[in-house]
């Protein structure tokens, strides 16, 4: 099992900046991605930002260029999403994700969620 603990959400205006933080504990495999999604009111959770263990990274084309994805490896596998110029349509709960690889076999991991809202 993986354990995942979010921390870093609030409320902030219009162009500010937060900085989310996820701690992974755990069954941790040496090839994994981990990552962040969010969920506004009803729509579906989708994609903002991954980065693999290597440190490869993919956005979302809705947050390139203002949201920085990073991660640590020692001596905790953490994630860090850097979110600056925010506008009230980033206002949803994020997610932390991690994604254990086996060959071609996967395992996701979810955090409990932490609300970001952005005031216009």
């Known amino acids: 099992q993986v354990q995942l603990v979010e921390s870093g959400g609030g409320l902030v205006q219009a162009g500010g900046s937060l900085r989310l933080s996820c701690a992974a504990s755990?069954?941790?495999?040496?090839?994994?991605?981990m990552g962040w999604f969010r969920q506004a009111p009803g729509k579906q959770r989708e994609l903002v930002a991954t980065i693999t263990n290597s440190g490869i990274t993919n956005y979302a084309d809705s947050v390139k260029g203002r949201i920085v994805i990073s991660r640590n490896n020692n001596p905790k596998n953490t994630v860090y999403l850097q979110m600056n110029s925010l506008k009230p349509e980033d206002t949803a709960v994020y997610y932390c994700?991690?994604?254990?690889?086996?060959?071609?076999?996967?395992?996701?991991?979810w955090g409990q969620g932490t609300q970001v809202t952005v005031s216009s």
């Open positions: 755990g069954s941790i495999f040496s090839t994994n991605t």
């Open positions: 994700n991690l994604r254990n690889w086996y060959i071609t076999i996967s395992n996701d991991y």
